[in-house]
């Protein structure tokens, strides 16, 4: 409870600088406001003020951040003619009736203006005017559109999210031209006071859902949010799960098809990963790519990645729990191959099995974090280290060599790399069982995890929907890929009230066959 | 403090099997594998127990050797040990002391009984085997002449020991395959017989290398009770195999009377359905074979393309079967006395309440048993070629 009163005061002692700003209207005067601004803004040198009078006739001052703002453009389209001009009757109208700007805002209070400064909008203020005027010529320096990388695809768009929140929301905005794109903005942050963009389409996304995003979006109070990795983490359903709960992606057209099947999309701007929720531990398992191949390529690589969680979960503990527990199961003429390469092995097979996991875990993570240069110095260290060089030093037998390496690759399978690292780190606590309590302490394991898995929920969403409850309608999306022309309906977890999501018999048949042969 | 619990349970849960010692964990460094035991009678109370164990070291430095010193003086990749005892556990037991690594029998699909101690009586040791919790109860028995220890020490060149090659044959068909929980059934059920595959060795013809003797499956041996009588040879063992549905592959070559020439056939499919029947307090049996085959050679002027020709062969063929299977039929019955085809239990499962009359009288009954064979044999395919090569 303490702790909640802390909270609760902390919040109101910063409401206090923000509430004097933000009740404060503007003043006639311009010397005022602007010495008012300027003493907000003391010890910002990158704040400039710049002194001008209109028409001759009236001070003005133009509040700018340098390095936000398109200066080119301010001086063309913002000084130039109100220098220039002469001898008109003045009033705010005509101030802002020449000015040949689009995005033009009239702000009362003081707090207003700040923001808009903070945003890179100039501000111009006017003496015996109670309004300032902002501008919209923002300029902001941002990285061009790329193909993440993280997340490439053979055949499929490019195009990647970027830093910028406005350039993010018009990448989706070109896909989805619908008015029913909503977009709702707040703002988090104390001190950084990030632009968060929350994405969903109208119609199809359910309200309650909006509002439980908006609920938990409102309820974040903090200093800065840096990353979607912040707003993940303060809005997930189970903090303490290895599970993540919440798709995170860079790619807008798979964002696209998540809005297209009621799901809501969260932007938060400087950082280019977009958050979808609510999500099933399957949408983890599928990749885009699935839907620009043929429906059973799609199925088939769908059973690949389902196949290798299994292996990356289980292959190492099962080799161990064999191989100290039941040797009895082993093929005879493999159990003898196996004793005759341990042989001069030192280790027992749950210390090897570490051994090398722990290596190549290792060497996966100096490979993610070093720079391209050094990586193929890590690659061929690893290759020297997991693979000959252990084998031949007698440290670590040769099948337990190959063991890691299938689990390896088949780590590479799966499409999203947090679900990735959550297998690869649950594979350990289950090795362990399996060296303590061999294929019944693997099976704990399994039965723990499923435990785990059937409570966990995302945005009110069952983790395991719709294999558990089952939805049979569903299943389509999950057993297999399901072909373009028979998913008539939408899920059935995220769009209850609008389902139908195409007309029926839209699969392709060679009905005017005799015509197209008849010439 | 929910964590706090869980944290406490997770180390209650650990203590359990840390604390108490029963961490059953077993590195492969430290047991020594059985491929194949042989029992063995000693003298009159005490019996052998022999194993085969696989020698991973060797298995390295043989590559070396074969390298440098060719063929002829290959180290074995096992080791033959054994142990007397008064009976399988007691001489497991004392086995145990005499090898610095744990015995795992988990591997074993070979267990030999020498023809000294079946006729005896293996009862008693299977008893012991199938108490172990180690050995699998669906490991195959055999009993061999002389000897079963021999057929251990055997080092084929084909195989990695003589365990395989034993192992192999038995898939290859050419013998039965008895597991000890089917011998055991055989000699629990109504029958009290059971035919178990006879081992000998087998010297390599070219005399070179008279060291290299392999095992191999060479007729049947007749287990009355539990006790050893007698040998079938390996023409009556077709029979046997045919007759216990064991039959996978094989061939039969027949001389159609006129011709002068032989037709051989291979069996692609073969059933046999024994039918007990019990009318006015007499049994008989019936036995339906059905069998499709192909034809491997003919050297008669028979057609097989022609349906006249075609005909004919058949019912030769199945002449041949009959014939096949009345020999392994009479060894049982007349030489033997001992039902080894498992007759008496169809009439147990078709006649449950009259069996009891005749229960006791079996082994009288048994010997003339009435046994109808009918046989339809059926020739699928010529074979590669339709008709015979001229000169």
């Known amino acids: 409870m303490g702790f909640l009163k802390n909270w609760l005061s902390s919040k109101k002692r910063t409401k206090q600088l923000n509430e004097i700003a933000a009740q404060q209207n503007l003043t006639a005067t311009l010397e005022e406001n602007r010495s008012f601004l300027a003493t907000i803004f003391k010890g910002c040198s990158d704040v400039v003020f710049h002194d001008f009078t209109i028409f001759g006739q009236i001070s003005a001052v133009l509040i700018y951040i340098e390095g936000l703002v398109d200066k080119e453009k301010l001086d063309q389209n913002v000084l130039t003619p109100l220098l220039n001009k002469t001898g008109e009757p003045f009033s705010i109208n005509t101030v802002s009736g020449v000015i040949p700007v689009s995005n033009i805002k009239e702000l009362n209070y003081i707090e207003e203006i700040i923001d808009e400064i903070s945003n890179g909008h100039p501000i111009l203020l006017l003496d015996h005017q109670k309004k300032g005027i902002s501008l919209g010529l923002t300029q902001l320096e941002h990285r061009a559109i790329e193909e993440p990388p993280a997340e490439s695809v053979i055949r499929g768009p490019r195009e990647g999210f970027t830093e910028l929140l406005t350039i993010n929301t018009s990448l989706l905005r070109r896909r989805i031209k619908s008015p029913q794109l909503k977009v709702k903005n707040i703002v988090v942050g104390r001190y950084t006071r990030t632009k968060i963009g929350v994405y969903y389409i109208e119609g199809i996304a359910e309200k309650s859902l909006i509002k439980e995003v908006m609920r938990r979006l409102d309820k974040i109070y903090m200093d800065g949010i840096l990353g979607s990795g912040y707003i993940e983490e303060l809005i997930e359903d189970q903090s303490n799960s290895l599970f993540p709960q919440i798709l995170s992606t860079e790619r807008p057209d798979v964002v696209v098809s998540y809005l297209l099947e009621g799901h809501v999309t969260i932007l938060c701007d400087g950082n280019p990963v977009a958050l979808v929720v609510p999500i099933t531990l399957f949408s983890f398992l599928q990749s885009s790519e699935d839907y620009a191949q043929k429906f059973m390529i799609g199925s088939l690589i769908r059973w690949l990645r389902y196949i290798s969680v299994a292996i990356v979960l289980l292959l190492p503990s099962t080799y161990v729990a064999l191989l100290t527990y039941h040797q009895e199961m082993i093929p005879t003429s493999l159990l003898l191959t196996i004793a005759k390469s341990r042989e001069q092995i030192p280790f027992p097979a749950l210390f090897e099995a570490l051994l090398m996991e722990i290596t190549f875990e290792a060497l996966r993570e100096a490979g993610v974090r070093l720079p391209q240069q050094l990586g193929t110095a890590i690659s061929i260290v690893g290759a020297l280290v997991i693979g000959q060089a252990a084998t031949a030093a007698g440290l670590v037998s040769s099948p337990m060599v190959m063991v890691v390496a299938i689990t390896g690759v088949a780590s590479f399978l799966l499409p999203h790399y947090p679900i990735g690292i959550t297998l690869r780190i649950l594979r350990f606590p289950i090795m362990f069982l399996a060296g303590m309590l061999g294929l019944l302490g693997i099976i704990l394991g399994i039965i723990a995890i499923v435990i785990h898995l059937c409570s966990l929920r995302s945005f009110g969403v069952p983790y395991l929907t719709p294999i558990v409850p089952m939805v049979k309608q569903d299943l389509k999306d999950v057993l297999y890929r399901s072909p373009i022309w028979a998913r008539n309906k939408r899920p059935h977890s995220t769009s209850k009230q609008n389902p139908i999501r195409q007309s029926p018999g839209q699969k392709p048949e060679a009905e005017n066959e005799e015509e197209l042969h008849s010439d | ?391």
């Open chain 2, 1 to 391: 403090m929910n964590i706090r619990y869980l944290a406490f349970l997770f180390l209650l849960l650990n203590m359990t099997y840390l604390l108490t010692g029963c961490w059953d964990r077993v590195e492969v460094n430290n047991l020594a594998i059985i491929t194949a035991a042989a029992l063995d009678k000693k003298d009159d109370k005490t019996i052998e127990l022999s194993i085969q164990i696989f020698v991973p070291e060797t298995s390295g430095k043989e590559k070396q050797n074969v390298a440098t010193m060719g063929n002829e003086n290959t180290q074995s990749p096992t080791l033959v040990e054994s142990a007397e005892g008064v009976n399988f556990a007691d001489a497991m037991l004392k086995l145990q002391g005499k090898i610095s690594r744990k015995i795992f029998w988990g591997q074993n699909e070979v267990f030999i009984f020498g023809e000294q101690l079946a006729k005896k009586g293996i009862l008693n040791e299977l008893n012991g085997i199938l108490r172990a919790v180690q050995p699998r109860e669906r490991a195959n028995l055999f009993i061999s002449k002389g000897q079963a220890k021999e057929i251990l020490k055997l080092n084929p060149v084909i195989d990695r020991n003589s365990a395989e090659s034993i192992h192999k044959l038995v898939h290859a068909h050419t013998g039965l395959e008895e597991s000890i929980i089917d011998t055991l059934q055989m000699m629990n059920g109504e029958s009290k017989a059971v035919a178990l595959p006879w081992i000998e060795i087998l010297t390599p013809q070219d005399g070179r290398s008279s060291n290299v003797r392999m095992p191999y499956i060479h007729g049947t041996a007749v287990l009355k009770t539990d006790k050893l009588l007698g040998k079938l040879n390996a023409e009556a063992t077709k029979g046997v195999l045919m007759i216990k549905n064991q039959a996978a592959s094989g061939t039969i070559t027949v001389k159609p009377k006129p011709e002068k020439g032989y037709l051989s056939a291979e069996f692609v499919k073969d059933k046999i359905k024994l039918i007990p029947q019990i009318t006015k307090n007499h049994l008989s049996m019936k036995l339906q074979v059905q069998t499709e085959a192909i034809v491997t050679q003919n050297s008669t002027h028979l057609d097989v393309m022609n349906s006249h020709d075609l005909a004919k062969i058949e019912k030769e063929l199945a002449k041949g079967i009959t014939l096949q299977i009345r020999k392994a039929l009479d060894q049982g019955q007349k030489k033997w006395k001992a039902d080894i085809f498992g007759l008496a239990d169809t009439f147990y499962r078709k006649y449950p309440r009259e069996w009891k009359k005749y229960k006791k009288n079996w082994d009288s009954l048994y010997p003339n048993l009435k046994i109808d064979i009918q046989t339809k044999f059926r020739i699928l395919r010529p074979g590669m070629t339709t008709e015979n090569p001229k000169i």
